[in-house]
Nanobody, 128 residues
Framework: QVQLQESGGGSVQSGGSLRLSCLAS????????LGWFRQTPGKEREGVAA??????????MYGDFAKGRFSISMDNAKNTVYLEITGLVPDDTAMYYC???????????????????WGQGTQVTVSS
C-alpha cells in the first residue's frame, strides 16, 4: 500500500497560484502512477493530472479541463509529486487529493475508482 500525504492548500484570491505537494512512500519507482484529483461537495471526484513515478519524460496526462493552468511534476529524490495551479478561479475551489495506482500502460487521470491509494486531501479555496 502506498502512503500519501498532501500539503500546500489554502485560501487565495482569483488570479493567484498555488503549489500542492504530495509526499509518497511505500511504492516501487518503476511500477506506479501518481495522480491528482479534486472534489467538491455533491460532485464526483475528477482527475486533474497523472504522472509516472519513474519520471519518464513525456508520460504525463491532464484532464481535459486541466490543460493550460495545471502542471504536474515529480521529484524522485524527495518522493514528492507536485501540482502547480496558476490563474486560480473560484471554480477551482475543491478538496485536492493525491492518489496512486500500479502502472498499466500510460498514467492517466482516469476514473477515480481505478486508483488504489489515496491521501487525506488538501483544501483549496479561491475567492473572487
Amino acid at each position: 500500500q502506498v502512503q500519501l500525504q498532501e500539503s500546500g492548500g489554502g485560501s487565495v484570491q482569483s488570479g493567484g497560484s498555488l503549489r500542492l505537494s504530495c509526499l509518497a512512500s511505500g511504492y516501487t519507482r518503476s511500477k506506479y502512477c501518481l495522480g491528482w484529483f479534486r472534489q467538491t461537495p455533491g460532485k464526483e471526484r475528477e482527475g486533474v493530472a497523472a504522472i509516472a513515478t519513474d519520471g519518464r519524460v513525456g508520460d504525463i496526462m491532464y484532464g481535459d479541463f486541466a490543460k493550460g493552468r495545471f502542471s504536474i511534476s515529480m521529484d524522485n529524490a524527495k518522493n514528492t509529486v507536485y501540482l502547480e495551479i496558476t490563474g486560480l478561479v473560484p471554480d477551482d475551489t475543491a478538496m485536492y487529493y493525491c492518489a496512486a495506482v500500479t502502472r498499466n500502460g500510460r498514467c492517466k487521470p482516469s476514473w477515480y475508482g481505478l486508483w488504489d491509494d489515496w491521501g487525506q486531501g488538501t483544501q483549496v479555496t479561491v475567492s473572487s
